[in-house]
Nanobody
Framework: QVQLVESGGGLVQPGGSLRLSCAAS????????MNWYRQVPGKQRELVAS???????NYADSVKGRFTISRDSARDTVYLQMNNLKPEDTAVYYC?????WGQGTQVTVST
């Protein structure tokens, strides 16, 4: 059993930045990959970014060059640094590892 707890969401103006954190209840060292998804009401959950044990990363085209995913195995935490945020980035962001999901954190980009 793994618990994932996200934090760091909030309200930010367009062009601003936020850093989301996902703290795991046990070591993430052995996790094959960890992911950030986002979802807006009425739409399917969208894969935003992934990071693998190799250190390789993958991003949705809509966030490439603006978002950066990273992992700190010593803290059992995965981060999503989001820069140059746009109103269309507004969503609930979820951390995921395999079958485990966090509760989500709201990100709102608005003036």
């Amino acid at each position: 059993q793994v618990q994932l707890v996200e934090s760091g969401g909030g309200l930010v103006q367009p062009g601003g930045s936020l850093r989301l954190s996902c703290a795991a209840s046990r070591s993430i060292f052995s996790f094959d990959d960890m992911n950030w998804y986002r979802q807006v009401p009425g739409k399917q959950r969208e894969l935003v970014a992934s990071i693998f044990t190799s250190g390789n990363t993958n991003y949705a085209d809509s966030v490439k060059g603006r978002f950066t995913i990273s992992r700190d195995s010593a803290r059992d935490t995965v981060y999503l640094q989001m820069n140059n945020l746009k109103p269309e980035d507004t969503a609930v962001y979820y951390c995921n590892e395999g079958k485990y999901w966090g509760q989500g954190t709201q990100v709102t980009v608005s003036t």
